[in-house]
């Protein structure tokens, strides 16, 4: 836990394939000591870029085989999604149920509207249910022989959501984890884990019920000798709850209160947090989707009564820190972000990682510093490994807020990337991570002077005496380390 560095990627956008992919990780890449690979599941390239495939069991042949999954856990930690909310309308189990109704095998998998509300619902009962995305979680549909029903659809109505409780879904998830167990995987990130349960008269989000299947469900995994990653975005005190109660979960925390800090210069917000983050946590700064601001917000609905309370930042700085995301991009995040793009989460601001901080590198470098200092596990995303920009003709072309942030690599871009003096830089720091035996040793953070509330002081330190040690300067927007006693730029 303390010197592994894990990568997050897909497949086909880095590498081309996962054959690619592993020849990454055993060659520049192999600081790496872990990889999140993004689903490659058949076809990984649908509606919402592999959470909705067609077949969860199955290997995207244009990706490569289970073999090629399990030669890369061979030599590394390997995460792999759990597509635990929903299935595509185009899968199997799916198809039979179009066809054959209740009739189906499968029929109870799925979730409709009467099934969620058997006594009927009103008005006040679909207003408490939380919603990610805009408009109610529901779509109608003709089975085969004209019947009209009503589907519960978190996401995208190509996305259907699964009643967990049904016996043919245990089977059907079940199935999964004894094969990705079989091929060598490690963690299994349970996605969009908060939407599981459905219970009238709630948020249907995050509450008693689904804590009591995420838990029951982390002991089926643990029984096939697989690890827990719980991927929930809410109020911050979730985070504490969760790490708790799981194996590991998400510091989605830490990334808004770093840009709040480099953006106002005042650093007293993250520095509580860092005070008080849990350690069992996978601490990122970037991924795949956009960059949430609702972990360190107040409760909005998101969740149940057990998380009141303000926020880590007032509403009014949280407002100030879009719009100072929105400014340093150039306008970008805000058309890839909200109701301005489809396929999005609206509580999320979509842009890459150095595009928030307006292009600086030297600030970037910093907050990875900060991030690769920290207990728990520093996930580095693909693009923000590679220093890369916000991909604004993707997302012209596809229309998908979040696809700015999801860059499509040439191996001559890849190349030219990895040469690039800053990533070489930002390598060093991974391999310093990975390998300086401070980090065997005690993490520690200094209280923050009052007179100097830019300033965050922290590091490591072992018995033996090494010691590594970060200077972030949050209105500078630069940190030093030191690395026994040598002082370092970053």
């Known amino acids: 836990m303390t010197h592994a560095v894990h990568l997050l990627t897909y497949a086909d ?21 872990g990889v999140h690979v993004l689903p490659f599941f058949t076809p990984f390239d ?18 490569g085989t289970w073999d090629d999954v399990a030669t890369l856990a061979g030599g590394r930690d ?27 095998p499968h029929a109870g998998m799925f979730l409709t509207l009467d099934r969620v509300f058997p006594e009927g619902a009103d008005e006040a009962g679909l207003g408490r249910i939380y919603r990610p995305r805009p408009g109610l979680p529901l779509t109608p549909i003709a089975l085969a022989d004209g019947t009209r029903r009503i589907l519960w659809t978190t996401f995208t109505s190509e996305q259907v959501d699964l009643d967990v409780r049904d016996g043919e879904t245990r089977r059907y998830l079940d199935e999964l984890l004894a094969l990705f167990a079989e091929h060598g995987v490690d963690t299994v990130r349970l996605d969009a884990a908060g939407y599981a349960i459905k219970t009238p008269g709630t948020s249907s989000f995050m509450t008693a019920e689904t804590r009591a299947f995420l ?30 109660a799981c194996d590991l979960t998400y510091d989605f925390v830490l990334p808004p209160l770093v840009l709040d800090a480099l953006h106002t210069g005042d650093a007293v917000p993250l520095h509580g947090w860092l005070a008080m983050r849990p350690h069992n946590v996978v601490t990122v700064l970037d991924t795949h989707d956009g960059i949430g601001v609702i972990d360190v917000g107040a409760n909005a609905g998101h969740g149940d009564a057990a998380h009141p309370g303000p926020g880590l930042l007032p509403p009014e700085r949280i407002e100030a820190l879009v719009e100072a995301i929105h400014t340093a991009t150039g306008g970008a995040s805000r058309r890839a972000t909200g109701a301005a793009a489809s396929n999005v989460d609206l509580y999320q601001v979509n842009t890459t990682y150095l595009d928030a901080l307006g292009g600086d590198v030297d600030a970037m470098l910093a907050a990875r510093a900060l991030q ?12 923000g490994l590679l220093l890369g920009r916000n991909d604004e003709a993707l997302l012209a072309a596809t229309g998908v807020g979040r696809d700015i942030n ?25 391999e310093l991570r990975r390998t300086h035996p401070a980090f065997d040793g ?38 030093t380390l030191l690395v026994d006693g040598e002082r370092r730029s970053v």
């Open 13 to 33: 956008r880095l590498a081309g394939d996962l054959p690619g992919l592993g020849r990454l990780l055993e060659g520049p890449l192999a600081a790496f000591d």
């Open 46 to 63: 649908g509606a919402d870029a592999g959470f909705d495939p067609d077949e969860h069991r199955v290997v995207d042949p244009r990706l």
């Open 78 to 104: 390997v995460t792999v999604d759990l597509i635990v909310n929903h299935v595509s309308t185009r899968s199997p189990e799916f198809r039979s149920f179009l066809s054959d109704g209740d009739a189906s």
């Open 215 to 244: 838990a029951a469900l982390t002991e089926r995994a643990r029984g096939h000798g697989l690890r827990v990653l719980v991927e929930v975005h809410a109020h911050w005190r979730l985070t504490l709850e969760l790490a708790r």
């Open 372 to 383: 690769l200092m920290l207990p728990g596990i520093p996930q580095l995303y693909y693009v």
């Open 406 to 430: 999801r860059h499509y690599y040439s191996p001559e871009k890849l190349e030219a990337a990895l040469a690039h003096p800053a990533v070489r830089r930002l390598l060093a720091l991974v």
């Open 442 to 479: 005690e993490w520690w953070l200094d209280p923050i002077d009052p007179a100097a509330p830019g300033s965050i002081r922290t590091g490591w330190r072992s018995v033996e005496g090494d010691a590594v040690t970060l200077e972030l300067d949050v209105r500078a927007r630069r940190a």
